[in-house]
């Protein structure tokens, strides 16, 4: 089985623009999950995605959103971008509530 | 709030050294406990899992051991090579969060040759 994956792997992006960053999970998973990763904060969870509703969401500003598609694609959108947007943003998959979670390589975001 | 400490931050051994990596928790209400591995600058890869009902995981060279009473966890590392040299992260998941993985900061491994 293909792993997870995710696109692009490098963004470049201007603070106040936009970005939209898209997650693949292994087939057959319905749950996709986000994180984000600084070297200050560590390793944050953002939300998670189960058959394209939120199921639950970590404390991150309104400018965080995200959406999952009826394949189980999931997309995740942070609008006016700041510096401290900066960050690793990793995608995780599982089959069901209480399975092991995959990860994907992640998108690494540079905001300038 | 539940809190996940790693100690040590960061580890360097000669090669062929057994070691442990150790994992703490505040809040013993979890689900399960997971192990990864992360190279620089890539994702993390799930090393071993284990569900709040077991007391230990083992794959290969690797051992995690779970005590939830306590709220520690261990990952024993034996005959380390130089290719084990990465961040190990721990991660939890809460009772009342199903989705939410909380992660310590990690153990940054490096194996000398």
């Known amino acids: 089985k293909a792993g997870v994956t995710q696109t692009p792997r490098y963004l470049i992006k201007t603070r106040g623009q936009q970005v939209t960053l898209s997650c693949s999970p292994i087939s057959g998973h319905r749950s996709v999950s986000w994180y984000q990763q600084t070297p200050g904060q560590g390793l944050q969870f953002l939300f998670e995605y189960f058959s394209e509703t939120q199921r639950n969401k970590g404390n991150f500003p309104g400018r965080f959103s995200g959406r999952q598609f009826s394949n189980s694609r999931s997309e995740m959108n942070v609008s006016t971008l700041e510096l401290g947007d900066s960050a690793l943003y990793l995608c995780?998959?599982?089959?069901?509530?209480?399975?092991?979670?995959?990860f994907g390589p992640g998108t690494r975001l540079t905001v300038t | 709030k539940q809190e996940v400490t790693q100690i040590p931050a960061a580890l360097s051994v000669p090669e062929g050294e057994n070691l442990v990596l150790n994992c703490s928790f505040t809040?013993?209400?979890?689900?399960?406990l997971q192990w990864f591995r992360q190279d620089p600058g890539k994702g993390l890869t799930s090393l071993l899992l284990?569900?709040?009902?077991?007391r230990e995981q083992t794959s290969g060279r690797l051992n995690a051991s779970l005590d939830k009473s306590s709220g520690r966890s261990t990952l024993y590392i034996a005959a380390s090579q130089p290719g084990d040299s990465a961040t190990y992260l721990c991660?939890?998941?809460?009772?009342?969060?199903?989705?939410?993985?909380?992660f310590g900061k990690g153990t940054k491994l490096s194996v000398k040759p």
């Open positions: 991660a939890v998941m809460g009772g009342g969060s199903q989705g939410n993985l909380i």
């Open positions: 809040d013993s209400a979890i689900y399960n």
């Open positions: 995780a998959s599982r089959h069901g509530a209480l399975y092991e979670q995959y």
């Open positions: 284990i569900q709040s009902s077991q």
